[in-house]
């Protein structure tokens, strides 16, 4: 069973370009997070995607945004890219179960602005 | 949205018990208590989670206080393969959202 799946692994663009993430959930998980981690921080929480609307965003401008598809995997695009965009784009998946549900991490991909 | 609070970093030797503290005294009566870490170059991984009794898996124990306002997340025998930041992080109540702190560094010492 594949965990869940991020690709790229790693990318670099310049200021001002316009990026793409993926991100395939584990099998079985409806809901898609993503967060963005810069170096020596914890992940911070961008949005969440279920049954392909936004239900929460974290504090992002709009530059950031995404879409989640009817086979539950996701996107997440980032606008008129910023230097302080840099950092490793985590996705994460969990069955909609409530609280006490657990979030299954894939390994990231790494984006670099130039 | 509900903090913990983690020492940033602690040291381990191999073999030895290793008892990763948090404290959340904002804690609500419908948070959980999970525990995740994160190995070098990896995405975060789950390790436990508890709302108010002491939780045991294959990982880890997790053992919260009465007053659910601290837990301690414990780990049996510490191996070298245990080095990573540890996570304690309040989910539930009006958000799924994971909020992450800056954790606590283990490592851990052959």
């Known amino acids: 069973d594949a965990g869940v799946t991020q690709s790229p692994t790693h990318l670099i663009k310049t200021r001002g370009q316009q990026v793409t993430l993926r991100c395939s959930p584990k099998s079985g998980h409806d809901t898609v997070s993503w967060y963005q981690q810069a170096l020596g921080q914890g992940p911070q929480f961008i949005f969440q995607?279920?049954?392909?609307?936004?239900?929460q965003r974290g504090n992002f401008p709009d530059r950031f945004s995404g879409h989640q598809f009817p086979n539950y995997s996701s996107e997440l695009n980032v606008n008129a890219l910023l230097l302080g965009d840099s950092a490793l784009y985590l996705c994460?998946?969990?069955?909609?179960?409530?609280?006490?549900?657990?979030?299954?991490f894939g390994a990231g991909t790494r984006l670099s602005v130039l | 949205d509900a903090k913990t609070t983690q020492p940033n970093s602690m040291e381990s030797n191999e073999e030895e018990p290793v008892h990763l503290p948090c404290n959340h005294s904002?804690?609500?009566?419908?948070?959980?208590i999970h525990w995740y870490r994160q190995l070098p170059s990896q995405g975060p991984e789950y390790v436990i989670h508890g709302l108010t009794s002491n939780v045991n898996n294959r990982m880890a124990s997790l053992a919260i206080a009465e007053d659910r306002k601290s837990s301690t997340l414990i780990l049996h025998r510490a191996t070298l393969r245990d080095a990573a930041v540890y996570y304690c992080?309040?989910?539930?109540?009006?958000?799924?959202?994971?909020?992450f702190g800056t954790g606590t560094l283990l490592a851990v010492q052959p």
């Open positions: 994460a998946s969990s069955a909609d179960t409530g609280a006490k549900n657990i979030q299954y």
């Open positions: 904002t804690i609500s009566g419908t948070d959980y």
């Open positions: 995607y279920y049954e392909e609307e936004e239900r």
């Open positions: 992080i309040l989910y539930g109540g009006a958000t799924n959202k994971l909020i």
